[in-house]
């Protein structure tokens, strides 16, 4: 599983746009991104996953380059709901008959003010 | 989407006593099943992978004397901390897929085991 790096954490305010990039320098060919949400004492909730280029969803859009070692997540207009931790995983998603087990790095702890 | 859901969503117990964690897929049948810790203000940590049917496969590093866990069923796997001990005291989360070949994960909300 490819690891990846994040900033620990950002400071925004609420109605900006924010932007978490995640690096992924050694992402493998059948790898997706995919980013998860989690509030404290909280199970991780999915935001979005993609491949390449770019992928919008209505909570969030994901920008992945040509050379896919680096994604970002863009959150539109936060507000202070959106304070969390956000995780970037990279792995390969095809269904071998196991599940996919998923490897959580550090994480991104966001935070929103008025 | 799919839910899954833990129980208890938190529990305290004494030293030396097991506790059972439950986690069951609600509305989709689940024959793997995933065990995480979560220590505060740290990231998730895979434990083991669990199986309907069969052996649980645990993580390097994590005793399976320790955490045993049984998925009996398609819809339900457990965790039972054995002996617990206050270094013991996270939060642990499960997580499963709700169909083959699927690329997102459902996690339950939780379980905050505290050991005194």
């Known amino acids: 599983l490819a690891k990846t790096t994040q900033p620990i954490s950002m400071d925004s305010y609420e109605g900006q746009e924010v932007n978490i990039t995640c690096s992924h320098n050694n992402i493998a060919t059948n790898d997706y991104i995919t980013w998860y949400q989690q509030f404290p004492s909280q199970g991780p909730r999915f935001i979005i996953q993609g491949y390449k280029t770019k992928v919008t969803n209505e909570v969030a859009s994901l920008f992945i380059p040509a050379d896919r070692k680096s994604s970002t997540l863009s959150l539109p207009r936060v507000s202070l709901s959106d304070t969390a931790v956000y995780y970037c995983l990279v792995g390969d998603m095809s269904f071998t008959g196991g599940g996919n087990k998923l490897t959580f790095g550090t994480g991104t702890q966001l935070k929103v003010e008025l | 989407g799919a839910v899954v859901s833990q129980h208890p969503s938190r529990v305290i117990c004494k030293s030396g006593t097991s506790v059972k964690i439950e986690c069951r897929s609600l509305?989709?049948?689940?024959?793997?099943m995933f065990w995480y810790r979560q220590f505060p203000k740290k990231s998730l940590m895979l434990m083991a992978t669990?199986?309907?049917?069969?052996?649980?496969?645990?993580e390097q590093g994590v005793e399976k004397d320790k955490f045993l866990i049984n998925h009996a069923s398609l819809t339900l796997s457990t965790l039972t901390v054995t002996s617990a001990h206050p270094e013991d005291s996270s939060f642990y989360i499960c997580s499963a897929e709700d169909r083959v070949g699927s690329t997102e994960a459902f996690f339950g909300q939780g379980t905050r085991l505290t050991v005194v």
């Open positions: 669990s199986n309907e049917g069969s052996k649980a496969t645990y």
């Open positions: 509305d989709f049948q689940a024959t793997t």
